[in-house]
């Protein structure tokens, strides 16, 4: 939907015109950001809201993010901003941050699940911000992944169309996700900052901005309900296990006595080639997070199907530039005990 200067084309501007008419009339659209795909309606839109809910299977109760075009939208969203909010938000804005604050008037029930707060951010992708720029400046478009609730999120229009299909009015197709994992969510009491989810934007450089420690919550125990909460969430239908280097060799070598279909992902470069058959697939991730994080639901979505029993995937480094990965892959990989 780009020219090789990174603008978009004609083909792409009219595209983006007819999904911001469907918008406007309370249709609802998947198009790409720069974490992953969003499936979006008019947040003033109450019975388009509702057909998100029922597309995803969602809870209601489950908040959605509020995707606005630029800074000077901020405050008819929200209202009482912390001082470090709007530095974080000038600092990262566009980019993979959402900012969990108190909710204006004009933010209905139905998108923040009967919270007092809202989640917000501006995506950093050419179209999404055309799209957004195309609604109007007193609309905005609240979004959650363009999947079934818990499963792992689109980082293509190709996966949208796989799982959602026609249920979506409209797809805007803008190539594959430059992150590939979801936002980081920032929560705020006062001017102290903690994290409720993860994501694009790692906490040592949120720090650098604030200059003051981010505290880290696990987002079942927070008080606030953020997307992505829950235990068991961004999760293949095939059964995913993970293990350390160590333990992922005894495991991959106790199934493939069993003649187990496996899918066996690591990064570390461990020698796998043992368990070379036709019911065995290999597969090395990057060894940096970035690009690890880019290509992992790719993977998970390419190798989620009938073919293969159980996922077994290698641990990823307990570091600050993984964290968004681990938590991906801790929840994705729950199971109820």
Known sequence: ????????????????ATAARILNKGGVVAFPTETVYGLGADVTNEAAIRKIYEIKRRPENHPLIVHIGDMTQLEYWAQEIPQSA????EYFWPGPLTLILKRSKHVPNSVTGGQDT????????PVALALLDAIGPEKALAAPSANLYGRISPTSAAHVQTVLNKKVDMILDGGTCEIGLESTILGFEREN????????????AIELVINKPVQ?????????????????HYAPATPLKLYPADK???EAQRLSKQDVRLVIITWSGIDLSSFDSSNVRHVRMPQDPINYGKHLYAKLHQY??????????????????????????????????
């Open 118 to 125: 809202v989640g917000i951010r501006i995506p950093a992708h």
């Open 193 to 204: 900052v903690s994290m409720l989810r993860p994501g694009g934007i790692p906490v040592t």
């Open 1 to 16: 939907m780009t020219t090789s200067t990174g603008k978009l084309n004609q083909d792409a501007l009219e595209q983006i």
């Open 304 to 337: 989620d199907d009938k073919t293969f029993d159980y996922i077994l995937m290698e641990s990823p480094p307990e570091l600050p530039d993984w964290l968004a990965i681990n938590d991906r892959l801790q929840r994705a990989s729950y199971t109820q005990t």
């Open 216 to 232: 880290l919550k696990k987002n079942q125990s927070s008080e606030i309900r953020v997307s992505g909460s829950l235990p068991s």
């Open 248 to 250: 992922i060799f005894q």
């Open 86 to 89: 709007l530095k974080l938000a």
